[in-house]
Each structure stands twice: as structure tokens, then as C-alpha cells.
């Protein structure tokens, strides 16, 4: 079965990690936020390679909003929404990790991307904008010789498609291959489902790698450490909405069961940290805080319902600004107790 069949029949997420080098000339130099300027890259790139409507400023007033693909992954918009015109993206971006953020001449710059359900198709498009990104460049312009000031530019050397639950990987493209491949291993609801069996009455242990800046919200403000409860309900919230606008049918799942077990849970230990970040917007032309919680925080309880919601959010991320690489975190977990 392909993906393109899976798609149509479960939700699924498609995991591309982008390999790439910094060609010679200028460095490719970022703010604190990559994931911010990398969403921000392909989302230039992408409208100045297919948007038929560049003078517009939103989508919104496109009479080509149904059958745009760069509408599609962008900037989102469904009239009949019951969330209202603007609905979630179907991607996640995973940014390079570590403080690095000036990327020399020769050095490796890799980053990830997710692509949900059937928004997988519009790989080609992607593709398509990287090739313009090569030319253009990314991030700040900076002095690389008296005079000439450019932004850094990439080479894309290999195109992986990776599986993150069953370890598969597969090169979609590599410098010398013509062509990019199809991606054939998705992350599909029936393998969550199949790796996700606790015991009912089972108590595990539970610990999150917060890996970039996680920003949820309640009460009108940012939680500085987690809250399971609260991870729990937006958890809830992003994978159901993604499945509703993407997918053929919603998830199975009921939010009273899974908070009536996220409400058992308790904490264990936190070691996060709060990281202030801050990223300008071109579209609303003003700087935007992006800061949130990153590092471990682990929690124990009974998870026989919720723990598939936890494992797919590995992929969907969590909280706010998740298609500029916030709210991304990994997941172990073992039994402690029967």
C-alpha cells in the first residue's frame, strides 16, 4: 500500500530530514529561532514559486484558495471550519538543535519536516521551493567580503524519509540521483496503536525531552513548567483538529476518559528552564515572543487511554508555534507498577 493510499484511509505523518551544506561565500547566520526562519524561508520561497496572487496579503480573499497548494500548507483557510476560516497547518518543523546559530562555509545544516495526511502530496512543491531557497539563501545578510553583502546559501545533499516510531529510513534524493522518490513509511495510526498497549491498571513512568521552546497556555498566560493536564488538553486539541481538516474521520477519542486519567497523573521531577525567544513577523510586520519551556520534565500514572495522543505528539508538537519548531519533544517511558 502507498502512502498515498494510507493517507486516504488513516491519518498518517511522513518525517523528511533535509541534509544540507552551507555553500561557499556568505554563512548562513540566524536569530535564536531557527525553526521561525526556516518556516518563514520555505513559506517565501514557496509563494514566490506557485502563488498566482502576490499582491494579496493573505489568502483569505484568493478566489484560488481551494485548489492552492501553497494556501493549503501555509497559510490554511476553510470556510466551513467550525474553528473558523483559519485551521492548522499540516506540518511540523524540526530546527537544528544546540546553540549554534552562524553556520560557516562548509559546515552541515540539516533541519526536518513533517507533513500530515494527505498534505504529503504536495512534496513536489517543497522540493520546488528548496531549489529557489539554494539561490536565495537563508537568514541575515552579513558582510562576507568588503562591500558585497548576502545571505547564506545551502546545498541540498540528500533527502531522507524517516519513520521515528519503526526506525526506517529512506533517501529520497542525494547529489548525482535524478529524482525524488515517493516516501513509502509513514507513521500510521495502526502502528501508534500497536506500540501503545499498557497494561490497564499499569503505572508507568513517563519522561519528556522538551527539545525546543513548548509555550502552553492557560489562563490567558504561559506556562514556565509543564503541566500534565494542560499538555494533555492541547495535546487533544492540535491532533484532533489536524485529523478533522486532513484526514477522512476524526480520531476516536474521548476527552473525558483521556482527562479523567491526565488528572491522575502526577509529576515526578522538572528540569526545565524558561528560554525567552523572540522572532519578527513579516506578515504582521512586528516582533512576536516565541519563548517557552525546553528541557526534561517526568510524570507517573495509569496512561492505558492517552498514551497513543502522547506518542503521536511527538510528531504534531505541542502548544503554540508549532510549525516553526515549537512544542517539539520526545517521549520514553517504562512500567514501574502493576
Not at 540566524?30 to 498566482?52: D, T
Not at 483557510?77 to 538543535?97: A, E, H, I, W, Y
Request: proline share 7%; hydrophobic share 40%; net charge positive.
Amino acid at each position: 500500500m502507498t502512502i498515498l493510499e494510507r493517507s486516504a484511509r488513516e491519518f498518517t505523518a511522513q518525517r523528511f530530514e533535509f541534509r544540507c551544506e552551507v555553500a561557499e561565500g556568505a554563512p548562513v547566520t540566524l536569530n535564536q529561532h531557527k525553526g521561525s526562519a526556516i518556516r518563514g524561508a520555505l513559506f517565501n520561497s514557496l509563494r514566490k514559486a506557485g502563488c498566482a496572487r502576490l499582491d494579496l496579503t493573505s489568502c483569505k480573499p484568493c478566489a484560488l484558495v481551494e485548489v492552492c497548494p501553497i494556501s493549503f500548507l501555509l497559510a490554511t483557510v476553510d470556510n466551513d471550519s467550525k474553528r473558523g476560516m483559519d485551521v492548522p497547518r499540516p506540518f511540523t518543523v524540526q530546527p537544528p538543535l544546540g546553540g549554534q546559530n552562524i553556520y560557516p562555509p562548509g559546515a552541515k545544516f540539516n533541519f526536518g519536516l513533517t507533513l500530515f495526511a494527505g498534505s504529503v502530496n504536495f512534496l513536489p512543491y517543497l522540493v520546488m521551493a528548496l531549489q529557489d531557497l539554494e539561490r536565495e539563501g537563508l537568514g541575515a545578510k552579513t558582510e562576507y567580503l568588503p562591500g558585497r553583502w548576502r545571505r547564506g546559501r545551502l546545498r541540498v545533499r540528500e533527502i531522507m524519509a524517516l519513520n521515528p516510531l519503526t526506525g526506517e529510513a529512506q533517501s529520497l534524493f542525494s547529489i548525482g540521483k535524478r529524482g525524488v522518490e515517493a516516501p513509502v513509511n509513514p507513521v500510521t495510526s495502526s502502528q501508534v496503536a500497536g506500540i501503545c498497549q499498557p497494561a490497564p491498571e499499569a503505572v508507568y513512568k513517563m519522561e519528556f525531552t522538551f527539545h525546543t521552546p513548548t509555550r502552553l497556555i492557560e489562563d490567558g498566560k504561559p506556562l514556565t513548567v509543564p503541566k500534565f493536564p494542560v499538555l494533555v488538553q492541547r495535546l487533544f486539541e492540535r491532533l484532533t483538529s489536524l485529523a478533522r481538516e486532513f484526514s477522512p474521520g476524526e480520531f476516536p477519542l474521548d476527552f473525558e476518559t483521556l482527562m479523567g486519567e491526565a488528572n491522575q497523573v502526577v509529576p515526578v521531577e522538572s528540569r526545565v528552564q524558561w528560554e525567552a525567544v523572540r522572532s519578527y513577523s513579516q506578515r504582521q510586520r512586528q516582533d512576536l515572543s516565541l519563548g517557552g519551556f525546553t528541557g526534561k520534565a517526568t510524570f507517573a500514572g495509569k496512561v492505558s487511554y492517552l498514551l497513543p495522543l502522547l506518542v503521536w505528539g511527538q510528531l504534531t508538537h505541542v502548544g503554540k508555534d508549532a510549525t516553526k519548531g515549537n512544542g517539539w519533544y520526545s517521549l520514553s517511558y517504562s512500567q514501574i507498577a502493576n
